[in-house]
């Protein structure tokens, strides 16, 4: 059977051309099983494909609840979890999913080889990348996360916005599974859409 799939994506719709871009290249992806958008913002999401499956909390769920509820929610073993402000290449899943294990503990991204754009989102169809055994987190390293579902470990509930990463990273590493990040991969982000907005509402 061929192995699927599901995408995590919380959202407030701050940037709903990024959203939209980014959704647009996961269901041309075959890798692709599902699209969970959990809609923070609460106002709907609608884009005409089955494999987009909006979740609407009644209010804001904060980042890390929302991650823990699209997990709860997929039907696959192989998740990722993808900030809603970037752009990956086309047919990425595809190859990402041949390096998610059961044996592996949780593979992220370094901020520091992201593209920041404050502009319209691009496709990309260059889709390389390497990925090496990391001890520590880098930058910006659960802007987009992949691992097996039995890898997830639930995140408390007083943790809403920052650390989620962490909590996932450091659980895997003390349960002696090596964790990954993605080197020289092309990708845009828009820079803390939706972490940011999170916590100016965490603020008030």
Same mark, same amino acid.
Request: aromatic content about 12%.
């Given at each position: 059977?061929?192995?699927?799939?599901?995408?995590?994506?919380?959202?407030?719709?701050?940037?709903?051309?990024?959203?939209?871009?980014?959704?647009?290249?996961?269901?041309?992806?075959?890798?692709?099983?599902?699209?969970?958008?959990?809609?923070?913002?609460?106002?709907?999401?609608?884009?005409?494909?089955?494999?987009?499956?909006?979740?609407?909390?009644?209010?804001?769920?904060?980042?890390?609840?929302?991650?823990?509820?699209?997990?709860?929610?997929?039907?696959?073993?192989?998740?990722?979890?993808?900030?809603?402000?970037?752009?990956?290449?086309?047919?990425?899943?595809?190859?990402?999913?041949?390096?998610?294990?059961?044996?592996?503990?949780?593979?992220?991204?370094?901020?520091?080889?992201?593209?920041?754009?404050?502009?319209?989102?691009?496709?990309?169809?260059?889709?390389?990348?390497?990925?090496?055994?990391?001890?520590?987190?880098?930058?910006?390293?659960?802007?987009?996360?992949?691992?097996?579902?039995?890898?997830?470990?639930?995140?408390? /509930? *007083? +943790?809403?916005? #920052?650390?989620?990463?962490?909590?996932?990273?450091?659980?895997?590493? =003390?349960?002696? !599974? $090596?964790?990954?990040?993605? /080197? *020289? +991969?092309?990708? #845009?982000?828009?820079?803390?859409?939706?972490?940011?907005?999170?916590? =100016?509402?965490? !603020? $008030?």
């Amino acid at each position: 059977m061929t192995k699927k799939i599901s995408i995590i994506i919380p959202t407030l719709q701050k940037n709903i051309d990024f959203l939209n871009q980014l959704v647009t290249s996961l269901v041309a992806d075959d890798a692709v099983g599902e699209i969970i958008i959990i809609d923070n913002s609460t106002n709907g999401y609608n884009y005409d494909n089955p494999k987009v499956k909006p979740f609407i909390p009644e209010e804001n769920m904060f980042v890390n609840p929302s991650w823990n509820k699209g997990v709860e929610l997929a039907e696959n073993d192989y998740i990722g979890i993808l900030n809603d402000d970037i752009c990956i290449p086309n047919g990425f899943c595809s190859k990402i999913i041949n390096d998610i294990s059961e044996n592996i503990g949780i593979i992220g991204t370094n901020g520091y080889s992201m593209i920041n754009k404050s502009y319209e989102p691009e496709s990309i169809t260059d889709s390389s990348y390497r990925l090496e055994e990391t001890p520590y987190m880098p930058y910006n390293y659960g802007v987009m996360l992949f691992f097996h579902k039995n890898n997830y470990h639930k995140i408390p /509930e *007083d +943790l809403t916005i #920052y650390y989620g990463d962490d909590y996932l990273f450091f659980k895997n590493k =003390k349960s002696k !599974k $090596k964790n990954y990040v993605i /080197e *020289d +991969l092309k990708m #845009y982000h828009y820079g803390s859409l939706s972490s940011g907005a999170f916590s =100016k509402l965490i !603020k $008030k």
